[in-house]
């Protein structure tokens, strides 16, 4: 099992990889479905149902919204988010939608998107389910989709295989343990980084790889920029302030060079700016989620902007890595937060960040692999309790925590020698054992944790 860099790192718009880029993309795969079993001309309805983390959260993680316009031919890296909103109103408004983008059909969004709050389907709790009808009301095709994190989807036939998302080409170096991934690297004097891109060139050139890592680059530098120059209140109802502009303000003010704390509140603001943006339904980098997309852009910031000697290389590289320990998270536990809880969003994402920067900053394999070790560790048994199951609290600021955490743990990493009691290995099993025996409220359910008390206060 091998997954690419494009796989993991996928341009789209939030609040969330599972939970919206994830049904867009099911309700798109409907259509195109239909459209290549020649039956989309004789739809004149559709029924979409949503199940289990799903159902609970539909409203708040923009689920409803996704695949209203995923059923409209929309794909999360090529939708519009300036025009999303005013797209999905006028589909309420007028009670139909334009069917793959070629269609006119009857649609209410109260009565034919139902929202299963308290069932799911047998594979996986981010269940959703598409009925296409006749005008007679007669079933043309019925399909059922699992969002199993960070934008990946299964359909019903996949369950149990690789996802889509892996490639059937055989590559260089394959691996699926992190005691592996160092074996190659031993044998052939290579860093993480290096054989990640031997196997990508399996799939593309050289240049494209490059190319296509710093265009991923530039999608999350645009993000940043936007959310550091954006005020406001941020959507759903909770009222939550973003802060990142003015915090941007407040920095350029104070800004002094020989400040390392100072250096310490850029990355935070970096992270805020990211995840302040994710929750306004802005273009985001699953990284390797929505709900944690903060924490790689501020890392990988950090080493461009505060580490002398960054360059784009560099950048590539630090991609590279990440994608590696990502990879094995994927594989060997969860990236899904309706899975595993937050441990698997954020305590991922600050893994593949730790590694990533021990890489650039000259680390060995097994300085990376002991800074990805030391980033899970101390995010295990993180829930995932967002409050009104919006992607706002506690998800901003984790981001930020976690960019931190990502830094502390390269930098501890690098300044040992590689050695160290838990392997990266044994931190992924406890990960995916924790995630199995915490409590499905605790699981982006918002029915636990912060998402229970801070309602009820």
């Known amino acids: 099992m091998t997954i690419s860099a494009f796989d993991l790192f996928k341009i789209g718009i939030g609040p969330s990889s599972s939970h919206t880029g994830g049904p867009m993309t099911a309700a798109y795969l409907f259509t195109e479905v239909l459209r290549a079993d020649g039956l ?10 949503l199940f289990g983390s799903l159902g609970v959260t539909g409203h708040g993680h923009g689920t409803v919204k ?6 409209e031919g929309d794909q999360p890296h090529l939708v519009d988010p300036t025009s999303a909103d005013a797209r999905v109103a006028y589909i309420g408004e007028c009670r139909s939608l334009n069917l793959a983008a070629e269609q006119r059909i009857e649609f209410d969004p109260e009565t034919d998107v139902v929202l299963h709050r308290r069932q799911r389907l047998d ?26 994190g960070g934008g990946f989807v299964l359909d019903e036939d996949e369950i149990g295989s690789e996802t889509v998302a892996l490639k059937p080409i055989p590559v260089a170096h394959p691996f699926g343990t992190a005691d592996q991934l160092l074996g190659i690297c031993r044998a052939t004097g290579w860093s993480f980084s290096d054989v990640v891109l031997a196997n990508e060139l399996s799939w593309r050139p050289e240049h494209e790889v490059r190319t296509g890592l710093l265009e991923i680059w530039s999608v999350m530098q645009d993000t940043i920029r936007r959310g550091t120059t954006t005020g406001g209140i941020l959507p759903g109802g909770l009222s939550v302030r973003r802060r990142a502009e003015r915090q941007r303000q407040l920095l350029e003010k104070a800004d002094d060079p020989n400040d390392r704390l100072g250096t310490m509140e850029w990355v935070t603001l970096f992270a805020l700016a990211v995840n ?3 929750a306004a339904g802005g273009r985001v980098v699953t990284a390797p989620t929505n709900g944690a997309a903060g924490i790689i852009p501020a890392v990988l910031k950090y080493y461009v902007d505060f580490v002398p000697g960054a360059d784009d290389d560099g950048v590539v590289r630090f991609l590279l890595a990440a994608t590696a320990i990502g990879s094995l998270f994927k594989k060997n536990a969860s990236i899904s937060g309706a899975e595993v809880g937050c441990q698997g969003e954020v305590g991922s994402a600050c893994a593949m960040a730790a590694g990533a920067l021990a890489e650039v900053l000259g680390g060995t394999p097994e300085q990376v692999e002991n800074a990805a070790e030391i980033g899970i560790e101390h995010n295990l048994g993180l829930t995932c309790d967002p409050v009104g199951g919006l992607v706002q609290i506690p998800c901003i600021e984790r981001n930020a925590v976690g960019a931190m955490k990502a830094i502390t743990a390269a930098r501890m ?16 099993k406890t990960m995916r054992d924790t995630g199995a025996d915490m ?17 009820e206060c």
Do not use: C, P, W
Not at 40 to 49: D, H, T
Not at 132 to 148: G, K
Not at 441 to 451: D, F, I, V
């Open 40 to 49: 989309l001309a004789g739809v004149q309805r559709v029924r979409v149902e």
């Open 66 to 71: 996704a695949v209203l316009l995923g059923l």
């Open 123 to 148: 594979y996986h709790t981010n269940g959703m389910r598409f009925t296409a009808y006749t005008a007679a009301d007669e079933v043309i095709r019925t399909r059922e989709y699992f969002s199993v």
């Open 276 to 278: 302040e943006e994710n």
């Open 413 to 428: 990493a690098v300044r040992g020698d590689g050695r160290h009691h838990v392997s990266l290995d044994v931190a992924i």
């Open 439 to 455: 409590m499905d409220k605790y699981k982006e359910t918002a029915r636990g944790g912060l998402a229970l008390n801070v309602v």
